[in-house]
């Protein structure tokens, strides 16, 4: 009885003016006619809205780039790191390499440049031979062409004996400065094989290995030393001129570096197999037209000859034995002496001969006395002191 008065109430409710529809209970609540919407209640907007924001900020995930700051680096730090790796490289004194480092502003590649110009004459001193310092100083060129020639020799002196050294200071010479300001993010190359073909055909020199030793070519196999280090010497030249191509390509694509970086080291490994090469080449050709008492150096490059000729005069002067010191016995010997024939040098650049004084020069700082005749230098024993 009471549930049928119920529905009778709603149902005049319903049709009654002025009132709205009463809302059901239960199921047909979530029907979508009889479902009410109720109203915003006005609030004030500004007074909840920092609790809102913490409720969100702390349901949503932190990254650690949002909160943690990119670590600055220690430039006290790196100021030391820079003027040591100068220093070591120049031999030039600690002090002085940091005078000039702040002067340009911390920056490496104007301290090197500052020191290379000032010490360019100087430095001429610290290496004798100056076919050695052309010799590397053109090899370093080969995979550096955007250095002078002089600031070049200058690097060969500086760092002489090192071929390393001289590498790394060429390489800071011409390394752009970092960004101090790179917001911490590192960046993970993934390279890519390059392409130059409007620089050099691409000819990748090794692909299972990384040691140019290990490569090797037909011409390569031949026992000829001199045709060893012909090959040797071709392979340098195309390593150096892929070197040479990534670099310049490495000032639009960083990751070039790498691939320069890489041919560059074989270039260097394929220098050195060149220069063995060369050297039992000249040995064999020197050995081939010489004699116990005579040297030919026809067509020996200087580097070479000069190194043949003092090991070949000490043979000569310990194959005499007591006839170094037994005036009687030896006199004749010495008289003769030991000829080593270097040419006229008409054929050499400006008609003349390099060979002939570079030689003399080496054995008469050695202590040897030596006599001029002409296309020939005879060595008549050791200098009195």
Do not use: C
Not at 43 to 70: E, Q, Y
Not at 153 to 159: H, N, P, Y
Not at 292 to 319: F, M, T, Y
């Amino acid at each position: 009885m009471e549930e049928l008065l119920n529905h009778v109430y709603f149902e005049e409710a319903e049709d009654s003016d002025g009132s709205g529809k009463i809302a059901t209970k239960g199921i047909d609540a979530f029907a979508g006619d009889g479902t009410v919407r109720r109203g915003r209640k006005g609030k004030p907007k500004g007074k909840n809205v920092k609790g809102l924001d913490d409720r969100k900020a702390t349901s949503l995930p932190t990254s650690p780039a949002s909160h943690s700051p990119a670590p600055a680096g220690n430039r006290w730090k790196t100021a030391s790191e820079d003027i040591e790796f100068v220093a070591s490289r120049t031999r030039i004194a600690t002090p002085t390499v940091s005078s000039v480092y702040y002067e340009k502003g911390a920056s490496v590649p104007k301290t090197i440049g500052t020191l290379l110009k000032a010490t360019m004459e100087e430095s001429k001193a610290i290496v004798t031979d100056d076919e050695a310092v052309l010799s590397s100083a053109r090899e370093l060129g080969y995979e550096f062409p955007g250095i002078a020639p002089d600031y070049l020799a200058a690097i060969i002196r500086l760092t002489h004996p090192s071929t390393t050294a001289a590498h790394e200071l060429a390489v800071a010479l011409t390394t752009k400065p970092k960004d101090a300001n790179g917001g911490g993010i590192k960046l993970l190359p993934h390279y890519a094989p390059p392409s130059l073909d409007e620089e050099v055909a691409w000819e990748p020199v090794a692909k299972t290995t990384r040691s140019a030793a290990a490569v090797r070519s037909p011409a390569l196999d031949d026992p000829a030393a001199s045709s060893r280090a012909s090959a040797y010497a071709s392979a340098r030249a195309t390593a150096y001129a892929q070197a040479s191509a990534a670099h310049r390509k490495a000032r639009s694509n960083r990751l070039m570096g790498g691939v320069a970086a890489y041919y560059g080291q074989v270039g260097r490994e394929y220098a050195a197999l060149s220069s063995q090469a060369t050297a039992a080449a000249a040995d064999d050709l020197a050995s081939s037209q010489s004699s116990s008492a005579q040297l030919d150096l026809h067509g020996v490059d200087v580097l070479n000859a000069v190194r043949i000729a003092q090991n070949k005069v000490e043979e000569w002067w310990d194959g005499l034995g007591e006839s170094r010191v037994n005036g009687r016995l030896g006199a004749e010997d010495r008289q003769m002496g030991y000829r080593i024939i270097v040419g006229l040098g008409r054929h050499s650049e400006g008609g003349k001969g390099k060979l002939g004084p570079a030689v003399s020069k080496v054995l008469r700082e050695g202590g040897w006395k030596v006599e001029n005749a002409g296309a020939a230098i005879v060595v008549k024993g050791k200098a009195r002191r």
